[in-house]
């Protein structure tokens, strides 16, 4: 028999109304302005002897449309629930089939209206069931080190509290919770909530515990924080340690223990050491220290050194450091905000073995190994707070929390928290308040709070130009021009004298600088100039390291990257996330080898003769013992002699002139010979091993030995062809038809490209507000066509005949254009073509109103190329304020090498300076010679690829497509900063270019 249960009317209206109120609170804790709440106090991360068992794993989830679905009871404790799936932890759930990614850059992803989170807020229910062994009795802690962007927590059904600050750890107490054996961890997850006001960092949003989770033993004497203070005295050569420890706020008894040092001290005294090897990028020392109680031992990494800024110069141990800088997000394409250690590792190798040395960790505290590793490796840190309000700028920064009263406590707090975790690596020389954050008194407070807790370290932001509560003026993507103003101290003043003055006496970074988007970054090299050449530049931090693609498979079964937009979001900013010097999967762009090359550690001048070379060392702190020096003679592509030079000892900013073998550059009276001197590794270091190359200088000889052709054949007229030589023409249009037996379906002058995402971007700075995409498509650039002027044949100097094809090349509706003269010869066996190219119109003096993207041609072969082979610069390709990192030598490349996969495809792949090429073909082989051109080979149309949205769109259709340019148009870095500088710009110009094709078909 059964009893059932009957509800009364005003017994359902009262569980209708607590339903609500149950809601509503659930509403309102989302839009709490508060710290996260129940979390112990902020630590540093510590190694410690106490228990401690991961509790990443499987966890199980489910995922509802918003928190007003999302019921706050009834399954934290675990057990079979058939409405929960499995999902592994550490994990961003957009990427494991569970919501998509989004992505926004400034605007926020949700109407503006802090501190409400919307109702259409997926909302994450997830839990784990572990045991707990006797070792964490009596008491123990929770800690989740990444959690985004709001979290409740509770262990065994009891609430144990809240997270806040997505980047940031949370430590809970769990001692009377706990219980031994079986034990279930609940967490409930929102994407958006009142945090994500001050979270808007550009980069996709993935909601998730993302990093690790731990339970960890406290004994009963334990040593709940631990805070280093490792000076270095370059005066004297002395250490200076002292190391502070304490337990629930109060300093404790511990033992300080330095065995290699032989030191034993008590917490808290001082103690000089005298002949300390310091720490630093170049010479990361380190020493391996313990701090015990009776309870537990934590071990840390001792690095001595001291930063400082004197003159307007920023000093790490007394001397002035240039940072060779970028800026790291943390990102993987296939598990979004998860990075693996070895993939942390890994890129952080990758990172010096291009001469990087330092870092900002825009625009949050990475995962805490990531800063051992920085210690080790040697890194100079940037640690930027949890915080960004860039969302807010475009409504005039109207309720802008950085200057709202009601956020200051939880923005002191995510300060605090950033500083207590990591206030023990060396390798963090600045703590940043955030980034984009506009500015405010609450900024002023957490910078007040860091220098009172961490006084031994400046303080960087840059959304505040005034500098009022900074240490080092910092902007991002100031030009040039504007950074050698800053660099002489005589940038314009700012209006209160009083901040003016205090901020000339600061060094200035560019936080952020030559944004690296798809093809660039362009204009490197006179950055570097400036931050060598003017003490109070401090160097910058390229935007970015890491493109942000998210791997995507098509229907051939190829990978290929996707960004903003490809997963329908409302509002997005497209491939805007796809930006840095190498890809999602950590390989390098052409961007990054030029890097490399601008901020190379030592300057090797190699004289014209090939007789010796100046040496520069550029080090800070390190001499060049640890560095061999060698030596490579190659003459028409083969190697025929080579050696390693003694060099004694350079001592850091001193310079060496060295002596090599007599003789190197006349190895033949014809052949071009290319010698090459490098510095390289002596031995295995910890992130690459001997033999690893630092920098390096060329000197040549002979290299423009091209033979010309001889103009002795005679224009033969056939039906309607005319034929000169292997070349074939069509009589009535002069256009080329064929070379020996490979059809040629046109050959046409080009003076457009395929838009960078350079190109793409409004020039900061400049007169037209046009992106240069945008001028050159008004312009007709893409749209030229062709207008017979005349065709005749005219006697040689050499006994034969030219054949002289004039054009008039111009756009619909415009009246201005180009002259274009094309004067073919032939010595029977190879065809020259000289190309003369003058602006013709009525617009301007010049009859042009805008730049020119090349002065080339493009001639479309009748069949595939399988690869590319040269003599030029290379192997990756090169414009003419990029491919720093270029070497003058021979290469062979297949062709689907020659492009480079930009995730949004562009103008790429390039080769500069190139004397000599030749292209096999499926029939034969095309030699192309001249005086240095640039050379572009791809398998598929101008039109096609700048048509093309992903690499997928990159479909060959049989033919090869050749760009020979005499000259070309820079790509600067106007995605976002800086256009091309004056230097690099094409402006329209009269231009005279000869090249020569030999045909060979197969037998």
Known sequence: ????????????????????????????????????????????????????????????????????????????????????????????????????????????????????????????????????????????????????????????????????????????????????????????????????????????????????????????????????????????????????????????????????????????????????????????????????????????????????????????????????????????????????????????????????????????????????????????????????????????????????????????????????????????????????????????????????????????????????????????????????????GVEPPLDDAGLDSRRREMPFVLCEYVHAMGNGPGGMTEYQELFERYPRLMGGFVWEWLEHGIVRTGEDGKEYFVYGGDFGEEVHDGNFVTDGLVDAHRNPRPGLLDFKKVIEPLSIEVSGDGTGFSLTNRFDFADTSGLEFRYTVEADGVTVDGGRVDVAPVAPHESADVRLPAGLLERSVQAPVVLTVSAVLREDAAWAGAGHELAWGQAFANASAVPAVVAAARVEVEDDVLRLGPAVFDRATGVLARLGETPVEGLRLMLWRAPTDNDLGAEWGSPDPRPAAKQWLDAGLNRMHARLVGIAARPSADGGEELVVRTRVAPAGKQFGVLAEYTWSSDGTGVSLRTRVKPDGSWTNAGWPVTWARIGFEMIMGTSTRSVEWFGQGPHHSYPDTGQGTKLGWYELPLQDMDVDYVRPQESGARSGVYSAALKLDAGRLAISGAPFALTVRPYSQEVLAAATHQPELVPDGRTYVYIDHVLHGVGTAACGPGVLDGYRLEPREADFTVAFDVTQST
């Not at 569980?15 to 809601?23: I, T």
């Not at 240039?322 to 998860?338: A, Q, T």
């Not at 991002?476 to 021009?481: G, I, K």
Request: glycine content about 8%; hydrophobic content about 40%; overall charge negative.
């Open 1 to 488: 028999m059964s009893v059932e249960h009957t509800t009364t009317g005003h017994d359902a209206v009262a569980v209708a109304e607590s339903a609500l109120d149950l809601a509503a609170e659930q509403v309102a804790g989302l839009a709490s302005l508060a710290p996260p709440q129940g979390t112990l106090p902020a630590r540093a991360y510590l190694e410690s002897s106490a228990p401690r068992l991961s509790l990443n794993g499987t966890w199980k989830f489910r995922l509802h449309p918003g928190i007003r679905r999302a019921p706050e009871h009834g399954w934290q404790s675990g057990g079979d629930r058939p409405d929960f799936v499995d999902l592994p932890v550490p994990s961003s759930w957009p990427m494991h089939g569970h919501g998509t990614p989004w992505y926004t850059n400034v605007q926020f992803p949700f109407a503006v209206e802090p501190p409400h989170a919307p109702d259409a807020n997926p909302v994450g229910d997830l839990f784990f069931e572990f045991a707990a062994g006797p070792e964490y009795f009596p008491s123990a802690l929770l800690r989740f080190d990444g959690l985004e962007s709001a979290g409740t927590v509770w262990l065994n059904g009891t609430f144990l509290g809240t997270t806040r600050g997505s980047r940031l750890a949370h430590e809970f107490d769990v001692t009377g919770v706990l219980v031994p054996g079986r034990n279930v961890v609940a967490v409930q997850v929102a994407q958006f909530s009142a945090a994500s006001y001050v979270e808007d960092q550009d980069m996709w949003w993935l909601p998730g515990i993302f990093r690790d989770v731990t339970l960890q033993a406290r004994p009963a004497e334990r040593i709940d924080d631990v805070f280093v203070h490792a000076d270095f005295d370059h005066h004297t050569g002395e250490g200076i340690l002292r190391v502070e420890v304490s337990r629930a706020g109060e300093p404790i008894a511990a033992v300080v223990r330095v065995p290699e040092l032989g030191l034993e001290l008590p917490a808290g005294a001082e103690q000089r050491l005298p002949g300390i090897d310091p720490w630093s990028a170049e010479l990361p020392r380190l020493y391996g220290a313990s701090v015990s109680t009776p309870g537990e031992t934590v071990a840390v990494q001792l690095g001595f050194r001291t930063v400082s800024i004197e003159d307007a110069q920023f000093k790490v141990n007394g001397r002035r450091i240039l940072l060779r800088g970028v800026n790291r997000h943390e990102h993987h394409p296939r598990l979004g905000r998860v990075v693996p250690r070895e993939v942390m590792e890994s890129e952080l190798r990758l990172m010096k073995q291009h001469n990087i040395n330092a870092i900002r960790t825009s625009h949050y505290p990475p995962h805490p190994d990531f800063l051992a590793l920085a210690d080790q490796l040697g890194f100079y840190v940037v640690l930027e707070c949890d915080l960004e309000t860039h969302g807010f700028e475009e409504g005039g920064w109207l309720q802008n929390p950085s200057a709202d009263p009601q956020w200051q406590p939880t923005l002191v707090d995510r300060m605090s928290r950033t500083v207590e975790r990591d206030k023990n690596h060396a390798s963090v020389i600045m703590w940043s308040l955030g980034n984009e954050a506009g500015t405010g008194e609450n900024l002023a407070a957490m910078s007040r709070w860091t220098k009172l807790r961490d006084p031994s370290r400046p303080i960087h932001y840059e959304g505040d130009w005034s500098s009022a509560y900074v240490d080092v003026y910092s902007r991002m993507y100031a030009s040039q021009a504007e950074t050698e103003l800053i660099g002489q």
